[in-house]
């Protein structure tokens, strides 16, 4: 379970000196990545993914890898398009005001990443729910939150966290809980070699973590 932690001066809104170095790294890779136009930034990785070809010991020049690089190019630029992407101009003003202070959940999301440590994909679902504040956010913005910070470079922990933290600084809610259940293709293609395995990690702020009742409610409600 990954909980905000109260200490070095983070309560249940604030952010660990680990955060804020890792939302600058995020900053600085959306700016590199702008300052770049895309059809340099896919010819570059397209060399880069023919010298892979070469290396593995393939022919890079045979017909049915010829055009590989520039399509396996495209797909990495799509798989991490979330780095193009900021909360405010994904909510684009859905964010309502409402007198409505019961339970919200948005289950089953679907959700594709890139682990970071080996570049293979890991995939599953993530239930999201929240306890408004006055305030409340349009559905489909939840499973947009979920592919902003999806489509990078993750691992699942980290993800699960920037989940909730967005949401509350897109409502601040009374409370936010997010779990995600995945399956990761560095356990299944390679390393231990486990099929079947699923992670789940699950990150409560607010009155999530603090009432066991509420939490317990949660829980529940997602394995519905």
Do not use: W
């Amino acid at each position: 379970t990954v909980e905000q932690p109260h200490q070095n001066g983070s309560g249940a809104n604030g952010s660990t000196k680990e955060e804020k170095d890792e939302s600058k790294a995020v900053v600085l890779a959306s700016t590199q990545r702008k300052l770049v136009t895309n059809e340099d930034r896919l010819a570059d990785t397209a060399k880069m993914y023919r010298q892979i070809i070469e290396n593995v010991g393939e022919d890079p020049t045979r017909q049915g890898v010829l055009k590989t690089p520039e399509r396996a190019a495209k797909a990495m630029m799509f798989f991490t398009k979330g780095y193009e992407d900021n909360l405010s101009e994904l909510l684009n003003g859905a964010v309502f005001d409402e007198d409505h202070d019961e339970m919200v959940i948005v289950k089953d999301i679907e959700m594709f990443s890139l682990c970071e440590h080996h570049l293979v994909p890991f995939l599953g679902k993530v239930h999201i729910g929240y306890l408004p504040n006055k305030k409340v956010l349009g559905l489909s913005k939840l499973a947009r939150i979920v592919e902003m910070f999806s489509r990078r470079l993750q691992v699942q922990e980290r993800l699960t966290k920037q989940i909730a933290t967005a949401m509350v600084q897109a409502v601040q809610p009374t409370g936010v809980a997010v779990v995600i259940e995945a399956s990761h293709m560095c356990m299944v293609m390679r390393g231990v070699q486990k099929i079947n395995t699923t992670t789940t990690t699950s990150c409560m702020l607010g009155v999530f973590r603090d009432d066991p009742k509420t939490r317990e409610e949660f829980l529940n409600l997602i394995k519905k």
